[in-house]
């Protein structure tokens, strides 16, 4: 009995849900003519559905759903106006602006920004001690080096002699 | 979907708040039931039903047609009840621990007691519905308060009919655990509580 009540027992849901085949329902029918505990447990299943089901069903035919719909028609009429408003409002909305990951990156960028442009103002010319190299020029003849000194405004023209034995092989 | 019902659909899905008129005299009941049998409060319950139904008309143009619209929206009231049932459920099970632990009355033969009996035993159901996982609770109302065939469930819940079953079978097994003081468990024949 045991046995046939473990195979019936993967059927015996199938036959309260009504939705066990011709062949189960009769082998399940069959079997619970002569065994008192699957009956037991069909009537458990039953009394089970009836103590969810029950209270659903007094519910609902007490209830008349009393402004339900008017209420749904204005949450809709809300969120339409919602929506207008709030599309305006995002457009106009600079809040994200202060959110911490927008400003944070963005003062940090303004300050490696200021930073490379202070250089750039405030950069001093480095002195060479009063003498500045203008132009180094050389010719066929001779290698000219020519100094601007600014704060004096000296012009110095250095002339270069090629030393002899260049000269020769020359 | 028979051609009314597809007509229908497509008003609504084109902005027409008669058409969700429609659809909600047809349907506002069942999803009621099911707002209902996850919630166990008619105030909650009416809530779900308004926010479902505004939700619809926003959602609609997403139903491409291929599944029943009834499966779609049963899909949609059970995630919303469950989503109100988990925000809910913590204050219900801490205030029944307030007012201290229920003791069944024998005798329920007396009016009064009888009455606080039913009251204790759907709070009992409905504290054992809040302990399963969603979807056996799901399964448990599509099948026991929607008659829902198996078919239907497993459309309306995404998954297989063998999943369907498994759901069902754990769900009841779970519940009448939790409730075997209220039902007549397996091998105890002959006996029962009192018929309420």
Request: hydrophobic share 40%; net charge negative; proline share 3%.
């Amino acid at each position: 009995m045991k046995n046939t009540c473990s195979s019936i027992s993967n059927f015996l849901e199938k036959y309260f849900d009504q939705e066990a085949t011709n062949k189960e329902r009769l082998l399940v029918e069959r079997h619970l003519q002569e065994c008192q505990a699957c009956q037991d447990a069909l009537r458990s299943m039953e009394e089970l559905r009836a103590l969810i089901k029950n209270p659903v069903e007094e519910a609902i035919q007490k209830e008349d759903f009393p402004w339900v719909w008017q209420k749904i028609e204005r949450e809709i009429r809300l969120q339409k106006k919602q929506t207008w408003w709030q599309a305006l409002r995002s457009w106009l909305d600079v809040s994200p602006l202060f959110e911490k990951k927008v400003w944070i990156p963005a003062v940090a960028t303004a300050v490696v920004l200021l930073f490379i442009t202070a250089q750039i103002f405030f950069k001093k010319i480095p002195s060479y001690s009063e003498t500045s190299v203008v132009e180094y020029i050389e010719s066929e003849t001779n290698n000219v080096m020519v100094y601007d000194i600014e704060k004096s405004k000296l012009t110095v023209i250095w002339i270069f002699e090629e030393p002899e034995e260049d000269s020769a092989t020359s | 979907m028979n051609l009314e019902e597809t007509e229908m659909i497509s008003r609504c899905q084109r902005g027409d708040q008669e058409a969700l008129k429609e659809i909600f005299d047809k349907y506002h009941k069942k999803v009621y039931r099911i707002a209902y049998g996850v919630v166990r409060q008619r105030e909650e319950a009416l809530d779900i039903v308004q926010e479902v139904f505004v939700k619809l008309f926003r959602s609609i143009k997403n139903f491409k047609g291929k599944s029943h619209f009834y499966t779609y929206l049963y899909r949609m009231v059970m995630n919303t009840a469950i989503d109100h049932a988990r925000k809910t459920g913590k204050q219900i099970i801490s205030s029944l621990d307030e007012e201290g632990s229920f003791e069944p009355v024998a005798d329920v033969e007396k009016g009064p007691e009888r009455i606080l009996l039913q009251k204790e035993l759907e709070e009992r159901v409905k504290l054992a519905m809040d302990k399963l996982p969603a979807e056996q609770r799901a399964a448990l109302i599509f099948r026991d308060v929607e008659g829902l065939s198996y078919q239907e469930m497993a459309e309306a819940m995404g998954c297989s009919i063998g999943t369907v079953m498994s759901r069902l079978h754990y769900g009841r097994k779970r519940i009448q655990e939790l409730l075997k003081d209220y039902v007549v468990p397996p091998g105890k024949s002959g006996q029962s509580l009192p018929k309420l």
